[in-house]
């Protein structure tokens, strides 16, 4: 499964974004996808999780209720949609698919980050 994200940019404070990640390759509908984001100077942490059927979505305590995932898997694609933006949520953002959920790093594949700023 090859991944790739798109859709960060500049936005100010309390804006929206929605980041797509899209993937290639057989299987797609088979995987869990996780977003998970790396600021300058961290570590790479877990944002949240859509299982393959979207019936359940997990996400860290620091974006719940303002981040949304969901997934087409017609289109091979999982997308993030970023709601009531802060300046701490400006990072690289990945996604990643694996066969079981994690909320750790230890996904199977992951994909090219794309860069979100959110200027306050």
């Known amino acids: 499964v090859q991944l790739q994200a798109s859709g960060g940019g500049l936005v100010q404070a309390g804006d929206s974004l929605r980041l797509s990640c899209a993937a290639s390759?057989?299987?797609?509908?088979?995987?869990?996808m996780g977003w998970f984001r790396q600021a300058p100077g961290k570590e790479r942490e877990f944002v949240g999780v859509?299982?393959?059927?979207?019936?359940?979505?997990y996400y860290a305590d620091s974006v719940k209720g303002r981040f949304t995932i969901s997934r087409d898997n017609a289109r091979n694609t999982v997308y993030l949609q970023m709601n009531s933006l802060k300046p701490e949520d400006t990072a690289v953002y990945y996604c990643a698919a694996d066969r079981s959920v994690k909320f750790t790093t230890t996904y199977e594949y992951w994909g090219k980050g794309t860069l979100v700023t959110v200027s306050s």
């Open positions: 859509i299982t393959w059927y979207a019936d359940s979505t």
């Open positions: 390759g057989r299987g797609f509908s088979n995987y869990h």
